[in-house]
Nanobody, 119 residues
Framework: VQLQASGGGLVQAGGSLRLSCVASGSIFSINVLGWYRQVPGQQRELVARITSIGRTNYADSVKGRFTISRDSAKNTVYLQMNSLKPEDTAVYYC??????????????WGQGTQVTVSS
């Protein structure tokens, strides 16, 4: 199983970006999908997560600005980021709890995508 994240980049403060993460491999089902971020020298922190029934939760710092969604048919999770701030600058990682052909769930991480917000 692999998670492939994309969509990061450089944007000015107030701008928007949309991250995508596709899960591939011998996937039976995916429970929770999430996005985390990490700044050098700091711990990785939860940004947002979404369950298989669409229940979401967000870090307080992104509520009202970021929206997580998923396309279960495509094994894909998205993170729409609006009103970006310089403090949102980080490497963003997707995360998934995946059941493989009836075994699991196991936790997987994507490779990370850099988001840089300039002031």
């Amino acid at each position: 199983v692999q998670l492939q994240a994309s969509g990061g980049g450089l944007v000015q403060a107030g701008g928007s970006l949309r991250l995508s993460c596709v899960a591939s491999g011998s996937i039976f089902s995916i429970n929770v999908l999430g996005w985390y971020r990490q700044v050098p020298g700091q711990q990785r922190e939860l940004v947002a997560r979404i369950t298989s029934i669409g229940r979401t939760n967000y870090a307080d710092s992104v509520k009202g600005r970021f929206t997580i969604s998923r396309d279960s048919a495509k094994n894909t999770v998205y993170l729409q980021m609006n009103s970006l701030k310089p403090e949102d600058t980080a490497v963003y990682y997707c995360n998934a709890d995946i059941i493989i052909t009836g075994v699991g769930p196991y936790e997987y991480w994507g490779q990370g995508t850099q988001v840089t917000v300039s002031s």
